[in-house]
């Protein structure tokens, strides 16, 4: 199909890698947490806009670049840390009343979740990795093929989104009532932000 070998399991191999935990799933459950449906549909769309973003960075070469020099690419990726670890303080240490450290504004949550993602380089390399494995040389469609792999992507990223936005939802409503458990898992979240900022910085 286009070029894509094995159309079936590229879609359930993207499947799997949106499922894993990560910081982009944590920008859609915090974002939803503090701005409803439309925050975590605008973080959701970002997210989709810096994987975009990235894929065509990857299908033009950049991670080879990257790869020439390293420096390039350790001071992306410790911008990247340091973003996220950033982020996880400033909701470990907000208290109670204070501004939410996501915004409540939909612009501003598009924009925390393009950051979060376009922030990791290693997405860059992983694209680059990834896509030659479902592409049909003898078959394959030049621009097309990578177009229909970013559109599917894209679609895919969108839908998982807006799954995880309503369970989110659905599950916050429930918990306003309660705000030591919204603190405790703003909190855990903070957290969760850290350790991911450290593992990107130490990961080689």
């Known amino acids: ?41 605008a973080a959701t769309l970002g997210v989709i806009a810096g994987d975009q973003v990235l894929m065509w960075m990857a299908v033009a070469g ?59 380089p290693k997405a860059i390399v992983f694209y680059m990795a990834f896509f030659p494995l479902f592409v049909d040389p003898a078959r394959h469609q030049g621009l097309l093929t990578f177009g229909v792999m970013a ?3 894209a679609a895919l990223t969108l839908g998982y989104g807006l799954v995880v936005v309503l369970l989110t939802h659905f599950l916050a ?13 703003e909190k855990l979240a903070g957290v969760f932000l850290i350790g991911f900022g450290v593992k990107l910085a130490l990961t080689k």
């Open 1 to 41: 199909m286009f070029g894509i070998a094995d159309y079936g399991a590229f879609v359930a191999a993207i499947i799997l890698f949106l499922a894993i935990p990560g910081p982009g799933n944590l920008a859609l459950i915090t974002s939803t947490s503090k701005g409803g449906l439309r925050g975590g549909m």
């Open 62 to 120: 950049v991670a080879a670049l990257l790869a020439t020099y390293p420096a390039a690419f350790n001071a992306v990726q410790w911008l990247g840390a340091a973003y996220l670890a950033w982020l996880g303080w400033k909701m470990l240490t907000a208290k109670p009343g204070d501004k939410p450290v996501l915004n409540i504004r939909p612009r501003q949550y598009f924009q925390q979740g393009l950051a979060i993602t376009l922030l990791n």
């Open 151 to 153: 559109a599917t992507i």
């Open 173 to 185: 409503e429930r918990m306003r009532a309660n705000p030591v458990i919204a603190r405790t898992l």
